[in-house]
T-cell receptor
Framework: KNQVEQSPQSLIILEGKNCTLQCNYTVSPFSNLRWYKQDTGRGPVSLTIMTFSENTKSNGRYTATLDADTKQSSLHITASQLSDSASYICVVSAKSGAGSYQLTFGKGTKLSVIP | DTAVSQTPKYLVTQMGNDKSIKCEQNLGHDTMYWYKQDSKKFLKIMFSYNNKELIINETVPNRFSPKSPDKAHLNLHINSLELGDSAVYFC?????????FGPGTRLLVL
């Protein structure tokens, strides 16, 4: 069964500090892994997408890593800002047939950045 | 201009009613989706449409039916609403791998 586990479930950090969110998955055949940011009351926004051959990708202060061997990904946030307070969702895509794919969502990590 | 828009933003209705949620995207994307996010904030994909063909249909009740009049629209019709249908419903569209989500429709069934 395809699963995506995220940790921690929630995290509180001080403004300006760095943090790392974890995502472990058991999805196959693997196609790509995505990180989304979802602000309260808003729809998710894509941060990064990584395929099998990519092991790191950055988007501003966000850096995602992927280890396809251990089936782990992390999202590192540098110099956090109050606006980083949101839920971060890991999504793994698996190929499931000709031209189709299956998305498995993690339950998210709720990050709170405090002044 | 809003890339992916949904209407209504809020929907409060009684059990047993039939309701529709509309979604439009002006990005020219080929694929559109409907997601349900429950009270625990867990996102689940319900449907996706690619060029008016259903390519993913997760195990959702047949009371839910997606309707796509054209490539820019994917509406969600729900028959005989139940209490458990209360959730936030997100529409999304994509070109290749990046998805763009709408603002969500908050449905409350009383």
């Amino acid at each position: 069964k395809n699963q995506v586990e995220q940790s921690p479930q929630s995290l509180i950090i001080l403004e300006g500090k760095n943090c790392t969110l974890q995502c472990n998955y058991t999805v196959s055949p693997f196609s790509n892994l995505r990180w989304y940011k979802q602000d309260t009351g808003r729809g998710p926004v894509s941060l990064t997408i990584m395929t099998f051959s990519e092991n790191t990708k950055s988007n501003g202060r966000y850096t995602a890593t992927l280890d396809a061997d251990t089936k782990q990904s992390s999202l590192h946030i540098t110099a956090s800002q109050l606006s980083d307070s949101a839920s971060y969702i890991c999504v793994v895509s698996a190929k499931s047939g000709a031209g189709s794919y299956q998305l498995t969502f993690g339950k998210g990590t709720k990050l709170s950045v405090i002044p | 201009d809003t890339a992916v828009s949904q209407t209504p933003k809020y929907l409060v209705t009684q059990m047993g009613n039939d309701k529709s949620i509309k979604c439009e995207q002006n990005l020219g994307h080929d694929t559109m989706y409907w997601y349900k996010q429950d009270s625990k904030k867990f996102l689940k994909i319900m449907f996706s449409y690619n060029n008016k063909e259903l390519i993913i249909n997760e195990t959702v009740p047949n009371r839910f039916s997606p309707k796509s009049p054209d490539k820019a629209h994917l509406n969600l019709h729900i028959n005989s609403l139940e209490l458990g249908d209360s959730a936030v419903y997100f529409c999304a569209s994509s070109l290749r791998m990046t998805q763009y989500f709408g603002p969500g429709t908050r449905l409350l069934v009383l």
